[in-house]
DNA sequence: CTGTGTGAAGGCTTTCACAGCC
DNA sequence: GGCTGTGAAAGCCTTCACACAG
């Protein structure tokens, strides 16, 4: 098992990821830690902070090498390999998903969406099969999925994860505005957009006075 | 202007929130800080000092009253009116979030959509307007509205934050893969889903071993 | 002289332990 | 007895100040 690193760390260094893949295409070869910094939109100690979390990749007095701690990180993040990814709900927000192309560049690639009504009207057709929710075991275990998404109405959320769980899926992006009940050892992330506009309009009248 | 609640109280208050309208809905009236907790997933402890940020609503040996409480945290996060959004970039997710009837019952309504392709072939017809990006300004000022959107791909992300800015937005909910900036007046939540997906996977490994 | 690496300090958040009220 | 409210403690994260390397 790896070293420990913070939470709040590892969602910086994808952020930093990003940045050193900008950085890379722009052919820079050498960045500063102040650099790095502004484009992710911390301070310089934070990121160099960050970056002794799992070893030491700068050279004083000249920055961090762009290639090399760029490959650094995403190892860290184990974005070393593409990883298959279930959605299930293909409704609006499931078929926008499903049609984003940005995921391959990420290395996560949706492989199949699940829904109860398969011939639901939708307005395309999709690179990836459309399937019941029925197949959704048969289809996740014996390709060793791992992740899922779910898409689907409050109501069925819980059931959903519940299947997933079951076809061994241990981490679950979910944008149903529900908290999930789930074994200790499988990994939840939400995504509530209503909460985030409603924190974001408190902050915004605060500052607004 | 208020009192200073922590950030990530605010969060939660707005989970709590979401656990107390259902609890209302079932006609519960009364819950202790054990079950409220339960169902927002986090410690009963948390939950009372989260609600003594902003006061003393329980009654002891017995609980919250659930309406009374819903109330008090509806009015501290200032859902008392609907907000209207606008929303620039109808592409996939925009449209998706065009779409989205949630946000009504949630106090926000997506008043318009902006995008630089008015005639981009899109599936349906949506019950917002769909207007040209050179139209932003003209839309939001005279309407006076504060928040905003952004769907756009990468490379138009910073032009659009720039022009909601300058329209007399101070809240943005960011979906594109950069870091914005502006004016210290403006607040930004950004979503990054695969961000999100990155950092599931690396705390699921860290699970799996 | 520039810019990284890092112990120590500071600040924020969560958890504990228990006093206080119904 | 049951459950809230809360100071104190613990834990986590960020920032500072500066040693140290190129």
Redesign the interface.
Known sequence: ??VAIPKKT??RL??YL??LERLAENGVQTASSHALAQ???VKPTQLRKDLTSFGHFGTRGLGYNVVTLREKIAEV???TQL?P?VLVGVG??G???L??K??EK???EIVAGFDVDVKRK???TYSQPILSLDKLENFVRPRKI??GIITVPTSAAQDVANRLVAAGV????NFS?I?LRVPN?V?I?N???????????????????
């Open positions: 098992m790896r590892v969602y994808s952020v990003r940045c484009a992710a939109g993040l184990g974005r990883q990814v609006h927000l078929s926008a998903l049609a984003y940005g995921f990420e290395s996560f939708r307005r395309k791992r992740m241990n981490a679950i992006l505005p908290v050892n990994v992330s995504v509530n957009l209503a909460i985030e506009l409603e924190n974001l309009s408190y902050f915004r009248s605060l500052a607004e006075g």
